[in-house]
């Protein structure tokens, strides 16, 4: 599925375009193939995700969490990735 993510770091605040997956124990984000974008290639292990927060202002919703010194918000533009997200993230 792709979607867009905001990723916080102690700079700031960066926009990726990315295609997320799971695979076994990981989140998996990447550039989509064939797309002129910023790239990003991460593995974030499941274990090790902090701070899962779901949210609904205003009918949209939002999920963020806390990996390796960064903050990931994912915001549902029509795409369901919230709810695929949280499906997948239930266990934590």
Do not use: C
Request: hydrophobic share 40%; proline share 1%; charged share 25%.
């Amino acid at each position: 599925m792709n979607s867009v993510v905001e990723i916080t770091d102690m700079l700031g605040v960066d926009y990726y375009y990315v295609s997320v997956s799971f695979e076994r124990n990981a989140l998996l984000l990447e550039k989509p193939r064939g797309l002129f974008a910023k790239n990003i290639k991460s593995r974030i292990k499941l274990s090790e995700i902090k701070d899962i927060s779901v949210m609904n202002e205003q009918g949209v919703d939002t999920l963020s969490f806390f990996y390796d010194r960064n903050w990931y918000t994912f915001i549902d533009y029509g795409n369901h990735i919230v709810s695929s997200l949280k499906r997948n993230l239930m266990f934590i």
